[in-house]
């Protein structure tokens, strides 16, 4: 059973570049993999920020952007700000109709 | 724009039945495949299974498969999930989600459901 996996916590300063992974416990993510990315606060449903590894979801400011970066999905925020804290997910496709999140990263600004 | 609202959450005891409804607007419904994910009270989200624009492929977690069913009707533009032998791990928030490109991007508001005696 493969595992995607994110990074439990991250931390970034209000202005600052974060950028948060989300690979496979064995292998490589690729784009065939259409990785995307959501931001969940508490109480809320989740907000797609990106798809098929770096398209914006409708809404969604430049700050945010996908990529692979070496084996891993990658998210990048720039000029963090404080409604950016909280939860993010990545999601990837595995193929034979089989979807699989990431464990989540709280994302604290500080 | 597009609205997603889910709606049939409750309490239901272990063993038992409940039917999830998604009602959509906003978009060409029949064009789309539409996803439901959960979440367990203060875990992480889990998806849950897939239908393909037009019914004809269906996809399901391990975890689910063999007791849930997602079907939809593209003339009342509606989503359902029919969950049998509910068990308490079951219990969470349901969320159906509209795809793009292999993923969620809309999502509805959640309806909670909760299995327990």
């Known amino acids: 059973q493969t595992v995607v996996t994110q990074e439990p916590s991250f931390s970034v300063s209000p202005g600052g570049t974060v950028t948060l992974t989300c690979g496979l416990s064995?292998?490589?993510?690729?784009?065939?993999?259409?990785p995307s990315w959501y931001h969940q606060t508490p109480g809320q449903a989740p907000r797609t920020l990106i798809y098929s590894t770096n398209t914006r979801s409708s809404g969604v400011p430049d700050r945010f952007s996908g990529s692979i970066l070496g084996n891993k999905a990658a998210l990048t925020i720039t000029g963090a700000q404080a409604d950016d804290e909280s939860d993010y997910y990545c999601l990837l496709y595995m193929g034979s109709g089989n979807w699989v999140f990431g464990g989540g990263t709280k994302l604290t600004v500080l | 724009q597009v609205q997603l609202v889910e709606s049939g959450g409750g309490v239901v005891q272990p063993g038992g039945s409940l039917r999830l409804s998604c009602a959509a607007s906003g978009f060409t419904f029949s064009s789309y495949g539409m996803h439901w994910v959960r979440q367990a009270p203060g875990k992480g989200l889990e998806w849950v299974t897939f239908i393909r624009y037009d019914g004809s492929n269906k996809y399901y977690a391990d975890s689910v498969k063999g007791r849930f069913t997602i079907s939809r009707d593209n003339s009342k533009n509606t989503l359902y999930l029919q969950m049998n032998s509910l068990r308490t791990e079951d219990t969470a928030v349901y969320y159906c989600?509209?795809?793009?490109?292999?993923?969620?991007?809309?999502w509805g508001q959640g309806t909670l459901v909760t299995v327990s005696s």
């Open positions: 989600a509209k795809d793009q490109y292999y993923a969620p991007d809309y």
């Open positions: 064995s292998g490589s993510v690729s784009t065939s993999y259409y």
